[in-house]
DNA sequence: TTTACTGTACCGACTGGACGGTAAACATTT
DNA sequence: AAATGTTTACCGTCCAGTCGGTACAGTAAA
């Protein structure tokens, strides 16, 4: 007899805590950037001492390389539940990588959080090696999705390359130019069936 | 009477102490990362003292904004040439943007470099509106270079994809995917002429 | 006399992290 | 059900080290 809502003004469970650890940080890394992120000012948003937040993560590391994992998540969720709607035709997983992928970056907190994660994995190689580890996974998905392999590498990477422009606002399309290249892309899909 | 092969053991010019700086910088960059890149490092590598270092630039700002446009002016100079050997023909620029840009990132080191500078610029705001410039202009040159607008952009982005998946190893292509993707590039660039 | 440095001493701000302590929640025994 | 110990979650303080930047006196070639 102790539901969670119960728990009002209650003591927060550890997985409660570092979620919200992962919105405070991933909040500064949005407004201020990679430099700002500190054990002190992430502690401070979470509503934490820092001496708080290391009882949750050992160290700095452990805490980003758990914000990438955190985020990783959000999007493989999203990933999996358009791929399911669009079924099992040739291209359907490609198709959701492309639609998960512009969804994400054309909010611009989204772009500006994945602007400071692509720049700690420069510094933090363990989150480097699991992003490798999911472009990796994804390619091998790319390559099996029911597509000529070639052709499917090169709409991910156009899709890749429209993320990276949109990300950091390297001239990125405008949006007539986007809606032309989304459909565009779903018909060099429909085009390359094996 | 004094050319620069004479010049041994002598004082050297403002602008080559300034070109051993970059490439100081530019191997602690390669070498060991952004975080590694301290003032007193760079001036050590290049061989002079910390306040040496600050002779020629004021501040670290100065420095990481000056190394973006050694760089930026390396490639520049290859893709004019490129463009150049290229000819007039409509999608020549954007064939010699393709061929600097594999050709630049498919050497590790330069990878590398590149890795660590698009890092930087999250960090320092002057040298991110340099390169945001940069594409503002490549993009202006890929919508004007003969081709169809819309497929010079995907095309482009196709490139760009490949840049970053090169850049930071996401699962690159392999070199018979790399062949097939270069000139499926080039095949796209002759069929959308405008 | 100007240019291009060397070398050293220093400061002030900041950072990751170690550490000792604490109170609430939970489990176990009585 | 009361008493007792144990674990979990968290606070507050302190510290050793690093970094960018300043200041300044001196030097040697052009």
Redesign the interface.
Known sequence: MRAKSENIGQRRTAAETRELIFKAASQILIDE???SLTLAKAAEQAGLSKGGLLYHFPNKVALIDAIFEYHNEIFERRLEQLSAEEGHAPGAWLKAYARASVEQITDADTASLY??L??????YASA?AL??QK??N???KVENCGLD??WA??I??????????EM????P?DLN?RK??IS?IMELVDQNHQ
């Open positions: 950037g990679l430099s602007a400071s692509f720049a700690a994995e420069e510094e480097h992003m490798r472009y990796i994804w390619q091998d392999p070639n590498l090169l991910r990477l156009t899709v890749d390359g429209l993320w990276f422009s950091h606002q390297y001239g399309p130019q032309w290249l565009k």
